[in-house]
């Protein structure tokens, strides 16, 4: 039993150190992703300006042509035509946004996914270069790891009345059935291990072990949603972890306490099997976030 113990917390580990990317970069970055109707085809193109002149690696334009950010600049990973880069750049904000040098096709794709760290306090700008028109929202914040936006673009006056309306469109409904996913996989999960030990054979054992396994998993489940959406992947999945070693200190003391009073159940066996659902359970977990993150 020992070895299985060693085993399976090796995996635990393991687990908790996996990269969910394997890339250049350390980990996944905040992003911003903007979605766009109304624009109808219309040759367009969008950014968002920052509060900041500098986010990362991208900045304002210092009038050095060397540091310009277009497809005329030799070297240059931008794709931005010359003259919708120059017609940005020249664009003054009346509350001091920035530009910084990022700019999407969006009549083309009818969206603005900023995935590597966008500024956090923004305007969404777009720019109709048949018109030379500029059209500006208001004033916005990310509101989560990855803040999702519906941009609804009302023209029925032409380019040069063009109106924007801007709304959070973060998926709480799907984030809420992950939830609910994530919480009966993981209660099945440590019920089924209990069954396996022989620890439901009374009822009270199986009223404490059900009912606590109800109380830790909401709770568990609950916070690392909160955690996922402010922190990202590696927050959640770190959380996770330690969130599972909480659990299983938790349990492991309380099924001792109580289900060890009229020696029926060993401590050793109580302590195994809290060891031993808490480690499955939070294997799977990290296992089907990388297999199928849409539901967690």
């Known amino acids: 039993m020992r070895k299985i113990l060693c085993f399976i917390l090796a995996c635990v580990l393991l687990c908790a150190l996996m990269p969910v990317n394997v890339n250049a970069d350390i980990g996944p970055k905040p992003s911003v992703t903007v979605r766009f109707s109304g624009i109808n085809g219309q040759q367009c193109y969008g950014t968002l300006l920052s509060s900041d002149q500098c986010v990362l690696m991208s900045k304002a334009w210092d009038g050095n042509e060397e540091n310009a950010r277009h497809a005329g600049v030799e070297g240059s990973y931008s794709t931005t035509p010359e003259e919708i880069w120059r017609a940005f750049v020249d664009y003054k904000d009346p509350d001091g946004f920035y530009y910084l040098q990022e700019t999407w096709n969006c009549g083309k794709t009818n969206a603005i996914e900023w995935v590597n760290v966008p500024p956090s306090v923004f305007k969404v700008l777009l720019y109709f270069p048949e018109s030379g028109v500029f059209v500006s ?41 992950s939830f609910v996913i994530r919480a009966m ?106 297999v199928v993150p849409l539901f967690f």
Do not use: P
Request: a negative charge; hydrophobic letters at 50%.
């Open 137 to 177: 929202s208001g004033i916005y914040e990310t509101y989560a790891f990855d803040s999702y936006y519906s941009v609804r673009l009302e023209t029925s006056g032409g380019s040069e009345n063009a109106v924007m309306i801007v709304e959070e469109d973060y998926d709480y409904f799907g984030e809420a059935v």
């Open 185 to 290: 996989l993981t209660l099945l999960v440590e019920i089924g291990v209990a069954f396996s030990f022989g620890l439901l054979s009374t009822k009270k054992a199986a009223y404490v072990i059900i009912t606590t396994n109800i109380v830790t998993q909401i709770l568990l489940n609950a916070a690392a949603q909160v955690v996922g959406y402010r922190g990202g992947e590696f927050s959640l999945i770190f959380f996770y972890f330690i969130g599972e070693l909480l659990v299983l200190l938790f349990e492991a003391i309380l099924y001792s306490l109580v289900l060890c009073r009229d020696g029926r159940y060993k401590r050793s066996e109580i302590i195994a099997y809290a060891t031993v659902s808490n480690a499955i359970s939070f294997i799977i977990g990290v296992l089907l976030s990388l």
